[in-house]
C-alpha cells in the first residue's frame, strides 16, 4: 500500500501543480496571483491554438491512417513459427528502442540534398527536399513518423493475432469463409483489444508529437508544422508564461482524455 | 505453448499427414506467395536508414560530403575515437545508462507490489487502472517539467542522476503496473494459499514464489521501462547542466546546427545512442514472445 500512494502521488502532484499554475498569474515561479479563469478565455479565443489544434488533429489523423492498415498487413503476413520469428520481431522492435532525437537527426542527415543518401539520389534526377514546402515538410514529418511508429501497432497486432487458437481457423475453413471472412469475423475481433490499445496510444502519442518536427522542420516553413506540444513548450519555456501554458496544457489533457474515452467506449461496445 | 497455424493444418490435413509434424519449411508463411515479401520489405524499409547512419559513422568527414557510397571506402574509427577521448562525450552515455538503470530498479521496485494489490484486491478505482496509464502519457513533459524543477531545486538534486530517474518515473511507473498486473492475474490465486498453507510469510513467498513465476513479466515490463526512459530527452535535457547530461542533449545541441558540426561524429554519437536498445531487445526477446502470448490470457 505504501508504494501505491507514492506511485499515484507521482501523477498527481504535477497534474495539481498544473491546475495550481493555470488560475494564477506566475512570476518566476515564486509570486502566484490569482487570475480565475483569465487563462481559459485568453486560450480559447486565440486563433492560434485553434490554427495549432487543427494541425495536431490533421497530423495525428493521418498518422493513424496510414499506421494503422500498414501494421495489421504486415502483422498478417508475419510468419507465425520458423526460425526467422526472432529475426523478425527484433529488427521491427528496433525503431521504437532508438532515442527521438536521433531518428529526427538521422532522417535530417538522409534527406539532406547533397550530403544524404536519399536527398542527394533525388538531386541526380534535379528533384530536392526543400523543407521551406509545406507539403513536402509535412510529408517528410509523416513518413519520419510512419517509419518510426508502424512497429508498435505491427507488434501489438501480431501478439493479438498469435493468441488465436487454431480452431478458429477450422471453424472457418468448415464455413467455407474467405480470406476476407476470415480476417473480418475472426481475426479482427480478436485483436479488437489489442488493435485499441495501439490506436490509443498511437493517437497519444502523435497528438503530442515534439521532437522529430522541433529537429527536423523547426515549426518550418512558417508556423506550418508547430504542434501543439511544441507551442505549448514556447510559451512555458521562452516566454515564461506558466499560467498560460498551464491552461493550454489542461485543455490539451482534457481533449485527449475525451478522446480516448469516446474511442475506448466505442471499441468495446462493438 | 504453441500455436499452430491454420492454413498450415489444413495443409497438413490435405496431404494426410499427421498434424503435428514437423512442416517447416512449408510453413514459413502464413499467406500465399506474394505477401511473404512483405515483411522482407518493411525490414529493408526500417534497417536502410540505420545502415547509412551507421557507415556514416565510418566515414570521414571528407567523404561524407563529397560522394555517397554504399560501404566506405576509407574507413575509419575516427569517429569513435574522438567521441571516446573526450569525457564529455562518453561520460554523456555514462549518465544516461546511469539513470536508465536507476529509473528501472525504482519502477519494477514500486511497481510489482503495486500490481499485486490491483490484481488481488479491490478497492475504489481499481478499475481505472488503464486510465490511470494512459493520464501519466498524456501529461505534457513540457509543463511537467517546470514545477519538477522547482521542487528538485528545494530538494537540492538538481544535475543529479536520480533527479532523472525520478521524473521518468511519472510514465515508467504507470506502464510498468498496468503490464505486471497482467502477467499477476495470470498466476492463479490458489498459488497464494497454497503457499500460505505451506507456512510461507508473504515476503518470503513474494520473493521466492511469485517472482520467479512472473520473470517473463517483468522482462517485458523492464524492457517498456526502458524504452521509455532511454528515449525520453525533454526531461533529461530539462533537468540537468553539467554532471548528469544525458548523450539525448549533446545530439541535440550539434544537430540543430547541422554542418557546423562534424557529420563523421554526429552520426558516431547516433549509432552508439541505437546500440543499447538493439542489446536490450536482443536479450529480453525470448521473454517478450512470452510475454507477448501470456499478456492475451487475461
Known amino acids: 500500500m505504501p508504494a501505491l500512494i507514492l506511485v499515484g502521488g507521482s501523477t498527481i502532484i504535477p497534474l495539481l501543480t498544473i491546475v495550481n499554475f493555470s488560475v494564477h498569474d506566475v512570476f518566476y515561479g515564486n509570486d502566484f496571483i490569482w487570475v480565475g479563469s483569465k487563462w481559459f478565455v485568453e486560450v480559447l479565443n486565440s486563433k492560434v491554438f485553434y490554427d495549432t489544434l487543427l494541425r495536431t488533429f490533421a497530423f495525428s489523423a493521418i498518422v493513424l491512417a496510414i499506421e494503422v492498415p500498414l501494421g495489421i498487413l504486415i502483422a498478417l503476413s508475419l510468419p507465425r513459427k520458423g526460425k526467422l520469428v526472432p529475426f523478425y520481431i527484433i529488427t521491427i522492435a528496433i ?20 550530403w544524404g543518401s536519399f536527398g542527394s539520389l533525388l538531386s541526380l534526377f534535379g528533384l530536392q527536399i526543400d523543407l521551406n514546402n509545406l507539403v513536402t515538410a509535412w510529408s517528410v514529418i509523416v513518413f ?31 464455413d467455407a469463409a474467405n480470406r476476407w471472412g476470415v480476417f473480418r469475423y475472426v481475426e479482427l475481433p480478436k485483436i479488437k483489444r489489442v488493435l485499441m490499445i495501439a490506436i490509443l496510444l498511437r493517437f497519444i502519442d502523435s497528438f ?59 471499441m468495446s461496445e462493438r | 505453448m504453441s500455436f499452430e497455424v491454420g492454413s498450415e493444418f489444413e495443409l497438413d490435413m490435405a496431404k494426410g499427414k499427421s498434424v503435428s509434424s514437423d512442416s517447416r519449411k512449408s510453413v514459413m508463411y502464413y499467406f500465399r506467395n506474394p505477401k511473404k515479401y512483405i515483411p522482407c520489405i518493411y525490414v529493408v ?67 510489482i507490489p503495486a500490481a499485486y494489490v490491483f490484481s488481488r484486491y479491490s478497492f ?56 505486471l498486473e497482467g502477467f499477476i492475474s495470470a498466476v492463479p490465486r490458489e498459488l497464494d494459499e497454497i503457499a500460505q498453507i505451506d507456512g510461507y510469510s508473504f515476503p518470503h513467498f513474494f520473493i521466492k514464489i511469485l517472482i ?12 517498456f521501462c526502458f524504452i521509455f526512459s532511454w ?45 543499447p536498445g538493439v542489446l536490450i531487445i536482443y536479450f529480453v526477446r525470448n521473454h517478450l514472445a512470452k510475454g507477448f502470448a501470456l499478456g492475451q490470457i487475461n
Open chain 1, 95 to 114: 525503431p521504437l528502442m532508438i532515442p527521438w532525437v536521433v531518428v529526427g537527426l538521422m532522417w535530417r542527415l538522409i534527406i539532406h540534398p547533397q
Open chain 2, 124 to 179: 475504489l478505482g481499481d478499475k481505472h487502472l488503464f486510465f490511470w496509464f494512459l493520464a501519466s502519457r498524456l501529461t505534457p513533459p513540457a509543463v511537467v517539467a517546470i514545477p519538477l524543477f522547482q521542487f528538485y531545486s528545494t530538494l537540492g538534486i538538481v544535475d543529479t542522476h536520480i533527479a532523472v530517474a525520478l521524473a521518468h518515473c511519472l510514465f515508467t511507473v504507470p506502464i510498468a503496473v498496468w503490464i
Open chain 2, 231 to 275: 528515449v525520453e530527452i525533454l526531461l533529461a535535457n530539462w533537468l540537468t547542466t553539467i554532471d548528469a547530461v544525458p548523450f539525448g542533449s549533446i545530439i541535440l545541441r550539434a544537430g540543430m546546427a547541422l554542418g557546423l558540426n562534424p557529420l563523421g561524429w554526429l552520426s558516431a554519437m547516433a549509432v552508439l545512442a541505437i546500440i
Open chain 2, 45 to 111: 524499409f526500417l534497417m536502410l536508414p540505420i545502415y547509412f547512419l551507421v557507415i556514416c559513422s565510418f566515414k570521414t568527414e571528407f567523404e561524407i560530403k563529397n560522394s555517397i557510397t554504399p560501404i566506405p571506402m576509407l574507413g575509419t574509427l575516427a569517429n569513435y575515437k574522438a567521441i571516446f577521448s573526450d569525457p564529455q562525450s562518453y561520460m554523456a552515455f555514462v549518465n544516461s545508462l546511469l539513470y536508465v538503470f536507476m529509473n528501472n530498479v525504482l519502477s519494477l521496485g514500486v511497481a
Open chain 1, 208 to 266: 503530442m508529437v515534439f521532437v522529430e518536427p522541433f529537429v527536423i522542420t523547426r515549426g518550418g516553413p512558417g508556423k506550418s508544422t508547430v504542434f501543439l506540444s511544441q507551442s505549448l513548450m514556447r510559451t512555458a519555456s521562452q516566454q515564461f508564461d506558466l499560467g498560460q501554458s498551464a491552461a493550454t496544457s489542461l485543455i490539451y489533457f482534457s481533449i485527449i482524455v475525451l478522446f480516448s474515452w469516446v474511442l475506448y467506449k466505442v
Open chain 1, 144 to 174: 519520419v513518423d510512419v517509419w518510426h511508429w508502424t512497429s508498435l501497432v505491427v507488434l501489438l497486432c501480431y501478439s493479438g493475432l498469435l493468441a488465436i487458437p487454431n480452431m478458429y481457423y477450422q471453424a472457418a475453413r468448415i
Open chain 2, 212 to 223: 520467479p513465476v512472473i520473470t517473463p513479466g517483468i522482462g517485458v515490463t523492464a524492457f
